[in-house]
């Protein structure tokens, strides 16, 4: 089986990113203004660690914003090339997108909350490049978007992958105890967490480890 691709997110500074790619991610998230959640960077920082992140690294900038104006400003701002989109939006939203940024990487965030995910997601892979599956409740009173900390149902994200032929990563309660069982439940193309690796707030390096141990082993 190919390897397991790991997105880091929540990046604080370049020296969390840092430690990311030395521990083997392959992407860092950069979080920027949500109305609910962990993880969100000033643009300054999400802007210095772009600029920084060499290749292979990939920086995702995460966005609530839902105009593919607006999006096109913030991923030139931040100097990224691929987005996260954390919101259910239109998928008319992917191709206007593409065309005010020629080059643009979507990922479009599909929130699990129940089997109405699956016909959600068949319809995103049509034009987004990859799939992302959170436990987030965008219908919420205040959406929540993203960085729980909890696991959805992952048999529904097993019939995801199963569904669709774009690369789909798995997010939502991931840490060091439970990634084997999320690889071997779900099968993903990649895998995502933030909280599941942060102590007080910050990055922890044995963690870190300790997860990616995890899901080489897996």
């Not at 600029?51 to 100097?79: H, I």
């Not at 206007?96 to 319809?123: K, N, T, W, Y």
Request: proline share 6%; aromatic share 4%; charged share 20%.
């Amino acid at each position: 089986m190919a390897r397991t691709r790991v997105k880091i997110c929540c990046m604080a500074s370049v020296a969390e990113a840092q430690m990311a790619m030395a521990a083997g991610a392959d992407a860092v998230g950069l979080v920027s203004a949500m109305p609910s959640g962990p993880g969100v960077a000033d643009d300054a920082v999400i802007r210095e660690i772009s600029a920084w992140a060499p290749p292979p690294l990939d920086p995702w900038l995460l966005s609530a914003r839902e105009d593919a104006d607006s999006l096109a400003e913030q991923m030139r701002e931040a100097g990224v090339r691929t987005v996260q989109l954390v919101r259910h939006l239109d998928r008319g939203v992917h191709a206007d997108l593409r065309r005010r940024l020629p080059g643009a990487r979507i990922v479009q965030v599909v929130h699990v909350e129940d089997d109405g995910a699956i016909d959600l997601a068949r319809a995103y892979a049509e034009t987004a490049d990859a799939l992302l599956l959170d436990s987030g409740k965008p219908s919420a009173a205040v959406p929540l978007l993203g960085g729980l900390g909890q696991a959805h149902d992952w048999s529904i994200s097993r019939r995801i992958v199963e569904a669709v032929d774009r690369p789909v990563f798995l997010a939502g309660g991931l840490n060091p105890d439970n990634v084997a069982q999320a690889i071997a439940t779900v099968r993903p193309f990649g895998l995502d967490l933030c909280s599941g690796l942060r102590r007080n707030g910050a990055l922890d390096r044995g963690l870190l480890a300790a997860f990616m141990q995890a899901v080489a082993a897996a």
